[in-house]
């Protein structure tokens, strides 16, 4: 029966003693995306002034090469207007180049200065050692099985009804 998983989701102390195993597991999840921003905002984030969501987008632009926006969005889950603000913020400190489109003058080409560059590889060998450490100890049927999850979760909250709108948004709005 789905959220019946037993006391493997909840931990020693945990103060989730009256919640269903999916709330457990959710707050878990935060948890361990919390850990997971721990080296970015210890070892990056004021040592080269920049915010996770500039992170980001350096990082993709950087394995993309050349990208837009938008694509940027789909492929991070941020948000079009924290893109657009981390974009306007990079720009301004000389670490994205911004050219217009000419066959589509509402897209912008996004691609590394050669300060984005140099950072892009100096921030690279970081997000490999997380990767590194938070993986390590897994067997490759364990993290293909993982990855298969993480793939099915995102899918599922990417999933959108024939008008395009977010079916996660609507079915988890509040009550008015």
């Given at each position: 029966m789905a959220g019946d998983t037993g006391e493997a989701l909840r931990p020693r102390g945990s103060v989730h003693s009256g919640e269903t195993d999916e709330v457990v597991l959710l707050h878990r999840m935060l948890k361990l995306t919390n850990r997971l921003m721990a080296p970015f905002s210890i070892h990056l984030s004021h040592r080269y002034k920049i915010s996770i969501n500039e992170f980001r987008l350096l990082m993709t632009v950087g394995a993309l090469g050349r990208t837009a926006s938008h694509e940027v969005a789909e492929l991070t889950g941020v948000n079009a207007m924290s893109i657009s603000r981390a974009v306007a913020t990079l720009q301004k400190h000389g670490r994205v180049i911004v050219e217009r489109d000419e066959s589509?003058?509402?897209?912008?080409?996004?691609?590394?200065?050669?300060?984005?560059?140099?950072?892009?590889?100096?921030?690279?060998?970081?997000?490999?050692?997380?990767?590194?450490?938070?993986?390590?100890?897994?067997?490759?049927?364990?993290?293909?099985?993982?990855?298969?999850?993480?793939?099915?979760?995102?899918?599922?909250?990417?999933?959108?009804?024939?008008?395009?709108?977010?079916?996660?948004?609507?079915r988890t709005k509040p009550q008015e």
């Open positions: 589509n003058k509402r897209r912008k080409w996004l691609s590394l200065s050669e300060e984005g560059e140099r950072l892009y590889e100096i921030m690279r060998p970081q997000t490999e050692t997380v990767a590194h450490y938070l993986f390590g100890k897994l067997e490759k049927g364990e993290l293909a099985g993982f990855a298969n999850i993480v793939e099915r979760l995102i899918e599922r909250l990417d999933a959108e009804d024939e008008d395009g709108n977010s079916l996660f948004l609507e």
